[in-house]
């Protein structure tokens, strides 16, 4: 089977950068979300990141212009019907991608491949909700999408071979690399990136060092490319603290216990660079 056309439900910083290398690579990519706004956001930023490449000599102009040419956006789900694989990148929230899919599904062709971005949530729960688990996958992008390499590929307990090897080759026609990884809470990135993303908000929370020093320490004392504060801020507090919540309920180990603070930051909707506050400020 053959993916041309490629579905994206949500166009937030995940689903846009997904659309981004999607189109750059070659594929028709149509892109829904709930409003014209965030539609329109969306193709803004991936004309603004395409608009990078260019400057920096990595794609032509003539390529950003085909790329574009290559999204279209819809608000209605079922016109996703159509497409050949559908990447589900919405919010963190289990019950938010339920519905979406409950909502897809009596629209999509039977051999529609489907998966979720999901950072954290359990592949074989989410496949079980859906008419195809065979079909069903786990495909998490790292964000800046477009910058970063790797491509998580997480099979659930009902996976075939024949949706893992395919999706393989899309990873490869995007010009990334593929890890897989089992269906356990948050993988292999954020099993290992969240709890450290914790531990440097406890490490705030009990004084141990302010905001800088503890940027400052991991970038010139562990070579990081963002300090770990600077990192949740740009993943956004509210998806840290799910990832958190998830590694904690599923392994049910409290050395994943979120800390306080990151929990108090997103009940005062300090999220991070979306919002303009997270533990640096933005406006
Ligand atoms: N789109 C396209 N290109 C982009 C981009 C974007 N959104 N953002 C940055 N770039 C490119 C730049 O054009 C530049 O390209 P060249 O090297 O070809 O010149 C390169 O990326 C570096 O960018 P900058 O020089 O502007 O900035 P920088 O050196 O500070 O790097 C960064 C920015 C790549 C984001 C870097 O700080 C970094 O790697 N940070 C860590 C990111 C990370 O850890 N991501 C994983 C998050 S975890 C996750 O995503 C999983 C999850 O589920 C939560």
Redesign the pocket.
């Known amino acids: 089977m053959a993916i041309e056309t490629v579905g994206v439900v949500g166009a937030g910083q995940?689903g846009n950068?997904i659309a981004?290398v999607f189109a750059l690579a070659g594929y028709n990519v149509l892109l829904n979300d709930v409003s014209e706004a965030s539609l329109s956001k969306a193709l803004d930023?991936i004309g603004k990141?395409?608009d990078?490449?260019v400057?920096?000599g990595?794609i032509t102009a003539e390529e950003k212009q085909a790329a574009m040419g290559r999204i279209n956006t819809t608000m209605t789900l079922a016109d996703l019907g159509q497409t050949d694989l559908v990447i589900e990148a919405a919010t963190e929230k289990e019950v938010v991608k339920q519905q979406i899919f409950d909502a897809l599904l009596p629209h999509l062709k039977p051999t529609t491949i489907l998966t979720s971005?999901t950072?954290?949530i359990s592949i074989t729960r989410l496949a079980s909700r859906t008419d195809r688990p065979e079909k069903f996958m786990g495909f998490?992008?790292?964000?800046?999408?477009?910058?970063?390499q790797l491509v998580e590929l997480i099979r659930g307990i009902a996976t075939d071979q024949e949706t893992y090897e395919l999706l393989h080759e899309v990873v490869r026609k995007l010009g990334k690399t593929a890890a897989s990884a089992e269906d356990f809470p948050a993988f292999i990135?954020?099993r290992i990136?969240?709890p450290m993303i914790n531990e440097a908000v406890y490490t705030l929370y009990e004084g141990v060092g302010s905001v800088k020093s503890i940027d400052e320490s991991m970038k010139l004392g562990a070579n990081?490319?963002?300090g770990p504060l600077e990192?949740a801020d740009?993943?956004?507090l509210d998806?840290?603290l799910a990832?958190m919540n998830v590694l904690h309920e599923g392994l049910a180990d409290t050395k994943y216990r979120p800390c306080p603070l990151m929990t108090k930051y997103v009940e005062a909707g300090w999220l991070g660079r979306k919002t303009g506050r997270g533990f640096y400020d933005y406006r």
Do not use: A, D, E, Y
């Open positions: 995940m950068g981004h930023t990141n395409l990078r490449q400057s920096r990595k971005n950072s954290s998490h992008f790292m964000n800046p999408v477009p910058v970063m990135v954020n990136l969240m990081h490319p963002m990192l740009f993943i956004g998806t840290c990832i």
